[in-house]
């Protein structure tokens, strides 16, 4: 690379969100062909979005939040899960009567809480009860059960991502996924934001948002390992002995580490991808990087047409090329 783009992406369906430094934009591809592009600006960075170690915690909450809000928004253009009309129920009437654009509102903070709560069961309950078992079994000590967790979490997570490729919305928005890198990996290189140009890059890139899962689910391993805080502790300081009860206990306990283990997370990917020459962030960018084969699949022409569409407008002005591509539909947000 030449350079490192201060713009990073999130595809959608049907679709991809760019986000630069003073501007964001969403291109969305529509039922008839059609690209739909909004722009707005970006609210400047207050004080702790740029602080170290802090900034990974309350980016990473804020990018979660909007990256639900656009995946819903572009739903809604592409037409992604229309379904022949049915008629309204007295209650669905009802419902949008009496709270009409608050609903979607409602029912998208309701979604993100749901998935908030999937997460922490699939990636912090689930993994120390299966350890826990694992240990009743053979009987290893609790110096173990951090490496142990760590693994099984790192196994539900490849898997997760392996079964979900398989489904046709999924593996199209991985395709997406695959062209914001690639469209990112061209500007970095200094190539025109052409088709031809983007399909020559690498759809991998070292700041990658499965990278930085991946991160913290690996320095987890090694940060609850130097805890002294493990079941038999819990169990010492609570008198409980049932494993499932102490591993339960123990979960909510690294819940509460949870935004250490995000901001250190988040400074070693920003050095991953500064220094992606040296050795060191190589080997640390290699399992992720790895990981990216099943997140990221190789995009067609229309599907890159569209991270190019949602690139530009978020470029500096000094880099943006002298006429965007017609027959868009834009919009401003």
Same mark, same amino acid.
């Given at each position: ?16 969100? *760019? %986000?630069?430094?003073? !501007?964001?934009? =969403? ?5 008839? $062909?059609?690209?739909?592009? @909004? /722009? ?23 990018? *979660? %939040?909007?990256?639900? !809000?656009?995946? =819903? ?5 592409? $037409?992604?899960?229309?379904? @022949? /009309? ?47 078992g694992i240990g009743k079994i053979f009987d290893y000590t609790a110096s173990w059960e951090p490496l142990v967790a760590g693994i099984i979490r790192i196994i539900i997570f490849i898997g997760y991502m392996f079964l979900t490729s398989f489904m ?77 009860a102490v591993a339960s206990m123990l979960s909510f306990v690294r819940i509460l580490f949870l935004p250490v283990l995000v901001g250190i997370s988040y400074e070693i990917l920003k050095l991953a991808g500064r220094y992606d020459k040296n050795i ?54």
């Open positions: 690379m030449s350079k490192q783009a201060k713009i990073g992406g999130q595809a959608l369906f049907e679709g991809i969100m *760019m %986000r630069g430094e003073t !501007k964001a934009a =969403m291109a969305v591809r529509k039922k008839d $062909g059609s690209i739909h592009v @909004e /722009e707005w600006n970006l609210q400047k960075k207050r004080w702790y979005q740029r602080a170290w170690f802090i900034r990974g915690v309350f980016n990473f909450v804020l990018q *979660m %939040r909007d990256g639900y !809000k656009y995946m =819903m928004q572009s739903a809604e253009i592409s $037409g992604v899960f229309d379904e @022949e /009309e049915e008629p309204e129920t007295r209650f669905e009437k009802w419902l949008t009567e009496k709270f009409g654009d608050k609903l979607m509102s409602a029912v998208m903070v309701i979604g993100m809480i749901l998935g908030v709560v999937l997460a922490l069961f699939l990636f912090m309950f689930l993994p120390t009860w299966i350890a826990a046709k919305d999924i593996h199209r928005t991985y395709e997406y996924h695959g062209a914001e890198h690639k469209t990112i990996a061209a500007n970095e290189a200094d190539l025109e934001l052409t088709v031809e140009n983007v399909k020559k890059c690498s759809r991998f890139h070292p700041r990658c948002g499965t990278s930085f899962i991946f991160l913290v689910l690996a320095i987890s391993i090694i940060f609850h390992t130097l805890l002294p805080i493990d079941r038999e502790v819990i169990s010492e300081f609570t008198g409980v002995e049932n494993a499932f060191i962030m190589r080997i640390i960018s290699a399992p992720g990087l790895g990981i990216q084969r099943l997140t990221t699949k190789e995009p067609d022409d229309s599907q890159i047409e569209i991270a190019i569409a949602s690139f530009i407008p978020v470029m500096p002005p000094a880099e943006k090329p002298p006429e965007i591509p017609d027959g868009e539909e834009v919009g401003e947000t």
